[in-house]
Structures are given as C-alpha cells and as structure tokens.
T-cell receptor, first 112, second 116 residues
C-alpha cells in the first residue's frame, strides 16, 4: 500500500519563481517528515525535515509546511534556480516501528 | 555525515543468474538499509542489515531471494538471486548515523541492474 503519495510526477517552473511540491500521507502514526533531492546517477540526499509537533520549518530557500489535519506536507523553494532541477522525494517515518516510507518522487525542472 | 560507495554502479544480467552488490561506508554506522527503486516507483525498503545477525526483511521480501550480509559496521552486501526482468531496478544502500531510524538517511549512488 502506498502510504506516502506524490501525485505530481513532474513540475516545471521558471527561474526565480516559487516551486511548490506536494505530498500526502495516510498513516497518522508518522511523526517525522523529510524531503530528499536526487540528481541523475546519484543517491538521494537529505534536504529538509519537519517534526509533527511543528507546522513549518525553514532553511534558506527551502521551507516545508505540515498540515497534520489534512495529512499533507509541501516543500516550497523560493526563488527557484536551475540547479534545483532534480527529483524530489517526500518521506515519512515512524521511529517507534522503525518505519520510513517514500513517495514516488516529483521531477522538478527549473527553466532559465 | 557518511560517504557510501556502492559496487557495481550498473550491470546487465541474464535471467536466472545472481548478482552481489557491495556497500562500503567511510565510518562505522549503527544502521544500514537496502532499498529498491523500480522504474517510476518510490523507494521501497527491502531490509535492515544487522551486524552479526540475520537481516530484518520487510513484507514481500525474503532471505532466499535477497540474502544480505553485514560482517562489520562499515560493510554490507545484497545479493539478488535467480534474477528475472522484474528485478530490474536501482538498488540503494543507505545508513543512518544516529541510533534510531528517525529520518536523515545517507544514500549510496545506487546500483542500476537490468535483467534481460
């Protein structure tokens, strides 16, 4: 079963604009959420995370928002840069059960 | 952080054969994991590699098909046995430097297997 869903397989934005990547989850036991970025021929790299006790976490151009009631999180990239072009994976974890689930990824293309 | 090296980076294999993927970490880590990413799919956890004991497999994955070794805190292998075209995937080794599987994972570059 797919407990973490990224419904948009791809997203294209103009350089300098905002990129918004969305993620939904179904398991209310998840209490830690992460975003990973993956370039071709490389492994995913950790980008930003948020605990379920927060609704926002910001790190430079990257901000993650969590809406627990809607079981939804989003990643905002402002301003978007061509180097941000990559596949972004959403992940949710439940440390109590040693469980982490990934979404299928969204391919972001930032056009110059 | 941790630097993870995987070998091979890619391979083309014949149906019915087996291939072993190696994962080497530049430091001792507590937890090592093996993931699979099938084309267009999410990263799926195959198993947790336990040092000195049998790996812990996720639902849908069995030891006979994916035997795993972890002889020490810096090295692990995953074997994909009796391969079929459905096993064509990227296989990723990952580690966490903490003591819990809470989140930040470090990944190797992946091993892309194509089974003909």
């Amino acid at each position: 079963d797919q407990q973490v869903k990224q419904n948009s397989p791809s997203l294209s934005v103009q350089e300098g604009r905002i990129s918004i990547l969305n993620c939904d989850y179904t398991n209310s036991m998840f209490d830690y959420f992460l975003w990973y970025k993956k370039y071709p021929a490389e492994g995913p790299t950790f980008l930003i995370s948020i605990s379920s006790i927060k609704d926002k976490n910001e790190d430079g151009r990257f901000t993650v928002f969590l809406n627990k009631s809607a079981k939804h999180l989003s990643l905002h990239i402002v301003p978007s840069q061509p180097g941000d072009s990559a596949v972004y994976f959403c992940a949710a974890s439940n440390p109590l059960y040693n469980d982490m689930r990934f979404g299928a990824g969204t391919r972001l293309t930032v056009k110059p | 952080s941790a630097v993870i090296s995987q070998k091979p980076s890619r391979d083309i294999c014949q149906r019915g054969t087996s291939l072993t993927i190696q994962c080497q970490v530049d430091s001792q880590v507590t937890m090592m994991f093996w993931y699979r990413q099938q084309p267009g799919q999410s990263l799926t956890l195959i198993a947790t590699a336990n040092q000195g004991s049998e790996a812990t497999y996720e639902s849908g994955f069995v030891i006979d098909k994916f035997p795993i070794s972890r002889p020490n805190l810096t090295f692990s292998t995953l074997t994909v046995s009796n391969m079929s075209p459905e096993d064509s995937s990227i296989y990723l080794c990952s580690v966490t430097t903490g003591t819990e599987y809470t989140g930040e994972l470090f990944f190797g570059e992946g091993s892309r297997l194509t089974v003909l």
